[in-house]
């Protein structure tokens, strides 16, 4: 069933994650504002379930690993006890209570939620990845498959823009371990293949800007930059609402990889960012050619 009203107990709800979204995801909530109402809320529900998973990780620091495990675990069971039909307090429980009823409307699959619940999980005990295959493992849940959950709410045109789809979470999960790089290392991971540094002779752990660091960076923005242009292949895949909203974020997410250049490949001292303003401007732009 697919309907645009949002049931008169979960208005609170999906509000909650509404305001996760503009608050921690900027980028995308601006995406959103293209998208009509029926499907908005149900992109904020997705991103304010992945946002709370991601702080039980990251913002329980000072808990020990194993009550942060036991947390996401809970957070998993009481997610699958909604999807099979129990009731989960709105107002106890809002972005369980809301993401449970977009996945039942929109039919997205549960066990997308198992593999994203299991890469958080890693983030607890995987500090470092050997290979781009072995970083693919986690980006699995972390990332491609955001970009499975995403496509039931895009109404997509066509099964192929499955592949597509995944791509884009990979590229933007990419990006995101670019320009946090110190940000990580505060936490103890390094998101970067070993054998990338290796090749290069780079070390991140020093945070300094040498020869060795832009060329690694060079290479990694170039696959990136690769992720973004398959993932671009999906927009006539969408219908033209959901086109625009998407290929908003992704020349939106893109543009971080240029200012990570321009800044001399300096993820160190400080984080890349593309202004609010241009973000309001590239939205802008693309709502007045609908």
């Not at 696959?223 to 974020?249: C, H």
Request: proline fraction near 5%; hydrophobic fraction near 45%.
């Amino acid at each position: 069933m697919i309907t645009g009203e949002r049931p008169r107990e979960l208005v609170g709800a999906y509000a909650e994650c509404r305001r996760l979204t503009r608050r921690h995801g900027t980028t995308y909530y601006w995406a959103t504002q293209l998208l009509p109402r029926r499907q908005r809320h149900h992109v904020h529900a997705l991103y304010g379930f992945c946002r709370h998973a991601d702080d039980i990780v990251d913002e329980l620091t000072d808990r020990p690993v194993g009550e942060r495990a036991a947390a996401l675990a809970a957070l998993g069971d009481r997610l699958r006890s909604a999807l099979a039909g129990a009731y989960i307090d709105p107002t106890a429980e809002p972005v369980v209570a809301a993401v449970a009823r977009t996945a039942t409307e929109r039919g997205i699959d549960p066990e997308c939620f198992d593999r994203f619940l299991r890469s958080m999980t890693m983030d607890l005990t995987v500090t470092r990845y050997e290979t781009w295959d072995d970083l693919s493992v986690y980006m699995d849940g972390s990332a491609a498959v955001i970009g499975e959950m995403m496509l039931p709410l895009l109404e997509p045109l066509d099964g192929a823009a499955l592949g597509p789809a995944r791509d884009l979470g990979l590229a933007f999960q990419l990006t995101n371990f670019l320009r946090d790089v110190g940000e990580d290392l505060d936490r103890g991971r390094v998101y970067l293949p070993t054998v990338d540094l290796d090749r290069f002779a780079a070390d991140p752990c020093a945070r300094q800007v040498t020869p060795a660091w832009r060329d690694l960076m060079r290479f990694e923005i170039v696959r990136n930059r690769g992720l973004y242009d398959s993932a671009g292949a999906g927009l006539a895949l969408l219908p033209p609402w959901s086109a625009r909203a998407i290929a908003t974020a992704r020349t939106l997410y893109a543009r971080i990889l240029d200012e990570i250049e321009a800044n001399d490949y300096d993820v160190f001292a400080r984080r890349a960012r593309v202004s609010t303003a241009r973000k309001l401007a590239v939205a802008a732009g693309a709502a007045l050619h609908q």
